[in-house]
């Protein structure tokens, strides 16, 4: 990572950030009778640079996400030769012909949201002989705007992955904004008992705490940890 060495003042921010979110994502933890552990907090370094992720890998940190493939192709590659055991995560849309691009990159796929999309990873997949674990993303709140497949049809994508052998881990979901997000991450949890999925991948800066009590496996802190990009 040469010249992207973190100085002391930048060590100190990342690492108090870190511990800090940690600290919040336990104590939420043992609100819901949950170990620590349980809960995976994904880094989301999208839009910042190396520089910026150094911090964050000098404390330790191994565990990213990246929205974009070709931002994450960019920026991730020296970093992984520099420093052993970093996973990442494709956390935001997914274009079907960038699914060979995204087996390739990722060690996680949370945008699994249509069947054409599931083609086309199960295809790369197949040829890249390699099958990291994928999230279907839900549009929980049913929201016009945004991805993932509608709750209604949950069910029947779900049945296409398993019949092409994708490796579904669980669900996704991002929650309306400006509202409480405990029902709709209780709502995701749901849906995943009744489909007999164990992960949940749901909770973000702002109400990642709530996420931990509702049952997230995953998280996905950015500005907490990164502060808001200038």
Not at 61 to 80: S, T
Request: with cysteine; aromatic share 4%.
């Amino acid at each position: 990572m040469a010249g992207c060495e973190p100085d002391e003042t930048e060590r100190s921010t990342a690492q108090t950030r870190l511990t800090d979110v940690r600290a919040r994502m336990a104590a939420a933890a043992r609100i819901a009778g949950r170990a620590p552990g349980d809960t995976c907090l994904i880094a989301v370094s999208k839009t910042h640079d190396a520089k910026a992720v150094a911090p964050l890998l000098a404390g330790g940190h191994r565990v990213f996400g990246e929205n974009r493939v070709q931002e994450a192709a960019d920026k991730w590659p020296p970093l992984r030769a520099a420093v052993p055991g970093i996973a990442l995560h494709l956390i935001g849309q997914l274009q079907s012909n960038k699914a060979d691009e995204a087996v390739a990159l990722f060690d996680a796929i949370h945008s699994v949201d249509r069947p054409s999309l599931v083609a086309a990873l199960a295809r790369a997949m197949d040829k890249a002989g390699k099958r990291p674990p994928c999230f279907v993303q839900v549009n929980i709140g049913d929201e016009a705007q945004k991805g993932g497949v509608a709750t209604q049809a949950l069910g029947a994508l779900l049945a296409e992955a398993r019949a092409a052998a994708l490796p579904v881990a669980g669900l996704m979901c991002l929650p309306p904004a400006g509202v409480e997000p405990a029902p709709y991450f209780a709502l995701l949890a749901k849906f995943a008992r009744d489909h007999g999925l164990a992960s949940l991948s749901m909770g973000m800066s702002g109400d990642y705490e709530t996420a931990v009590t509702l049952g997230a496996t995953h998280v996905r802190v950015g500005s907490a940890l990164f502060g808001h990009r200038q």
